[in-house]
């Protein structure tokens, strides 16, 4: 399968303008609508992991074929997992706000955004997607593989573990390349984050 190209002006327009008389059966194209309760975003930094909410977003599919996709990633959702509240719930509370505040900011770029650009498939239901992933009003392209399962009403996208480097977004608090000076004690965080998607989506009528 060649790689399909997005054309981001067609996805806005079948996505979101289009009226529901052109979702006739004979048309070739479909709008499936991510489900934000059942998608979930998996982070993990250093000793910590957790979660992001996905806010919203959905895949146009064109002849059964993903053919535009573009989400939105809720980072004021940012929670951590690996301890448990009860236990540890100061230092959750100050992890969520130190993630939030110092490092992403999320008051001033309350969301991320990911764009696929190309989805190329590599045998089964692997494939490789290609898009621009934006954040701190950043963007940069971003390539994992991942899994795409379609089914009559359904899409569901799973990635393999992807590798983000946050000073490509320019995040550098308490980071190893460049430490701030009043950075307690000279503690650093990795710079690596890893990031696992689970995207579930259903058609629209």
């Not at 059966?25 to 991510?34: T, V």
């Not at 996709?69 to 509240?85: A, E, Y």
């Not at 994992?144 to 490509?168: Q, V």
């Not at 000076?181 to 503690?187: H, M």
Request: hydrophobic share 40%.
């Amino acid at each position: 399968m060649k790689s399909v190209k997005i054309n981001i002006i067609l996805f806005l327009f079948v996505a979101l303008f289009i009226s529901q008389n052109i979702w006739a059966q004979k048309s070739p194209y479909a709008f499936f609508r991510a489900d934000t309760i059942q998608s979930t975003i998996l982070w993990k930094c250093d000793k910590h992991n957790g979660k992001i909410n996905l806010s919203e977003g959905g895949f146009v599919t064109h002849n059964k074929q993903i053919a535009a996709g573009i989400f939105h990633i809720d980072m004021l959702s940012i929670k951590d997992v690996d301890m448990d509240t009860k236990t540890y719930g100061t230092a959750v509370i100050i992890l969520e706000n130190t993630l939030k505040n110092d490092f992403f900011k999320v008051k001033k770029y309350p969301t991320a955004t990911f764009q696929i650009v190309s989805i190329k498939k590599i045998a089964g239901n692997k494939y490789k997607v290609t898009g621009d992933f934006t954040l701190h009003d950043i963007k940069n392209c971003l390539t994992f593989d991942a899994s795409i399962l379609f089914e009559k009403d359904k899409i569901m996208m799973t990635s393999d573990n992807i590798i983000l480097d946050r000073t490509d977004w320019g995040i550098y608090r308490m980071s190893p390349q460049r430490p701030y000076s009043d950075d307690e004690n000279g503690w650093t965080v990795p710079d690596k984050i890893e990031i696992k998607i689970r995207i579930i989506a259903k058609k629209e009528s």
